[in-house]
């Protein structure tokens, strides 16, 4: 097997703590060597009469901290015998020590020299102990992250050297996607027979001796490879995760938790630091995770784009504040009518600096973060002084407002919105929410309870984007909605895709069956406007009809509309007859 350079061994901080080899040897010798000093200081002083005999006390603790209890009690014993009977108390009168004198100083001394090299066994040990739960993890016994980062930095220094070739040095960051659900299953009895399980399987996907395996976190892994190709990283990433897609024996059952992963490499396009390497490596793992796919490298692109996530994110309360969002409105229109009925408020964030900055790019992680709450709020009240003037201005269409799954959950959601819309004085049919099939996934039952509350006082409710959630039709029959949306990735492309239209029609008779109006998002064309009403669609929006605008030119659109007296009365498209 090929040696291993001082570089690729993994990094033992706890090295210092012990003293082994030529090392110890040459301490044992200095201790005597200063043994045999004081012996003769104390002889060419006048013998044990004078004080300098303490000073053998030196060498005695000095070889108890390097040899230990044995060695502490053997140079404890040696001290004793050299100031023993053999040198004399009192030299220029040639004195002999009495025996009892120096039996007692020799037990002295064996007794000093045992306990303390004890004492310094213990000290080292629990030293060692220390720095161990420092370095390594405490339920698997892999070095941990602080233990990965010294041996990168290692690594690094080596790339860096001058007598030294540089070396590739990739990271696979690795975690677990069914564990939080495990451990909650099973309970925390489960937890180290698990993680044991996980470190067995990933010692034995790195076999070769300089491939590392690293427990950063929980269910956090890592391995390390140096001097290796891409190819061979990939290769033993992909092994990695496959082998923990088996399922896990633990506590007499079968237990399936499954992985993805994420890699980085140094050296990369620019200088890496160890935690740097590590955070690419988490980042490639997290996009695996949220795409669905078992592993990805890292791209600089995903980091750039998740660093102005991260900044938008922290600007999104300031921007709350100053005003920096407004609503753009996207009209509905009847097909049998070809009349205005009802528009959707789609949020735009006008940012000082970046300027107009997509949905896309803040609502989802807004979601997760529970800024959500504050800006569906803002969404509200401004949909609220817009359907005011719209009012004003007789222009009786309603406004619908996205609503995300998250604001659902909270219990007081349904409350706040038909108080701020009866402090307006506007009727609650004004208004309509739309959410996806997706919001009922959280919690079905809180969420039909918050849609119920909300229709018993009038509003009416959308099922948005039809087709691309997860609910089932036992949900949907119990839902209180209205009006289902059919969603645009079928809409757009049913002109030229047969399926397409299929799903669209299926949706549509689906739709009517059950007693709701449905609307096609999407339709951009003529072709499509035609299809559509020919299956009977009873309204649609899309860039056919028109493009989502600010609410001035949204105004003025409406205005040149032809508008029939059922639009002028109160929630014009529940009035509209068939």
């Excluded at 012996?39 to 000095?62: D, E, H, K, M």
């Excluded at 033993?236 to 890699?263: D, K, M, N, R």
């Excluded at 299956?535 to 509309?561: I, K, N, S, T, Y």
């Amino acid at each position: 097997m090929e040696q291993l350079s001082e570089f690729d061994r993994p990094w033992r901080p706890e090295s210092w703590l012990g003293v082994t080899g030529a090392w110890r040897l040459t301490g044992v010798g200095l201790v005597l060597i200063l043994m045999a000093g004081i012996t003769l200081l104390v002889y060419q002083t006048g013998g044990t009469s004078t004080a300098y005999l303490n000073f053998i006390l030196i060498p005695v603790l000095l070889g108890a901290a390097l040899m230990g209890l044995w060695g502490g009690l053997a140079f404890g014993l040696l001290a004793g015998l050299l100031l023993g009977p053999l040198m004399p108390l009192n030299v220029d009168e040639g004195i002999a020590q009495p025996t009892l004198n120096w039996a007692t100083r020799a037990g002295i001394y064996l007794v000093l020299g045992g306990f303390s090299g004890w004492l310094f066994s213990q000290l080292r040990q629990h030293a060692a102990r220390l720095f161990d739960q420092a370095y390594h993890n405490p339920v698997t016994g892999l070095p941990n992250r602080e233990s990965l980062e010294q041996h990168i930095r290692h690594l690094m220094a080596q790339a860096e050297g001058s007598e030294q070739p540089a070396t590739r040095v990739f990271v696979i960051s690795l975690q677990m996607d069914n564990y939080a659900d495990t451990i909650s299953a099973l309970g925390f009895a489960a937890e180290r027979p698990l993680l044991m399980g996980i470190a067995e399987r990933l010692q034995a996907v790195a076999g070769s001796p300089d491939t590392l395996v690293y427990h950063i976190h929980d269910d956090h892994f890592a391995l390390l490879l140096p001097h290796r190709s891409r190819q061979e990283c990939l290769a033993t990433t992909q092994e990695a995760v496959e082998e923990l897609q088996a399922p896990f024996e633990v506590l007499g059952l079968p237990v399936y938790v499954g992985a993805h992963a994420g890699v980085s490499s140094f050296p990369f396009h620019e200088q890496d630091a160890p935690q740097s390497l590590l955070t690419k490596a988490w980042m490639a793992m997290h996009e695996a995770s949220q795409s669905g796919r078992r592993y990805r490298t890292y791209d600089r692109r995903s980091n750039d784009a998740g660093r102005q996530t991260v900044e938008l994110l922290g600007e999104l309360q300031s921007a709350l504040e100053d005003d920096q969002f407004q609503l753009y409105y996207q009209p509905k229109v009847t097909l049998r009518r070809d009349e205005l009925c009802g528009f959707e408020a789609l949020l735009r964030w006008q940012h000082p600096h970046r300027g107009q900055v997509p949905p896309d790019r803040f609502i989802a992680q807004a979601e997760r973060t529970g800024l959500i709450h504050a800006l569906t709020l803002k969404v509200l009240d401004l949909a609220i002084a817009d359907l005011l003037v719209l009012r004003e201005q007789g222009i009786q269409a309603p406004v619908s407002i996205n609503v995300s799954a998250r604001n659902f959950l909270d219990p007081d959601f349904a409350q706040t919105i038909i108080e701020r819309i009866e402090a307006a004085g506007l009727p609650p049919c004004a208004l309509e929410i739309e959410f996806t099939e997706t919001a009922l996934m959280a919690d079905p039952d809180q969420v039909i309870e918050a849609l119920r509350r909300l229709t018993e006082r009038g509003l009416a409710l959308s099922i948005d984007d039809f087709g691309t959630g997860y609910s089932s039709l036992a949900y949907l029959r119990r839902l209180p909605v209205t009006t289902l949306k059919v969603d645009q990735t079928f809409v757009s492309h049913m002109a030229t895709q047969r399926v397409d239209e299929q799903i669209t029609r299926a949706a549509v008779g689906l739709a009517h069956d059950l007693g709701l109006k449905v609307i096609a998002e999407g339709a951009e064309d003529s072709q499509t406007l035609a299809m559509l009403r020919e299956l009977g669609c009873d309204a649609v929006q899309g860039f056919g009809v028109a493009r989502p605008m600010p609410f001035g030119e949204a105004l003025q659109w409406a205005r040149h509309q032809t508008v029939e007296p059922s639009l002028r009365r109160e929630c014009a498209l529940e009035q509209d007859d068939p």
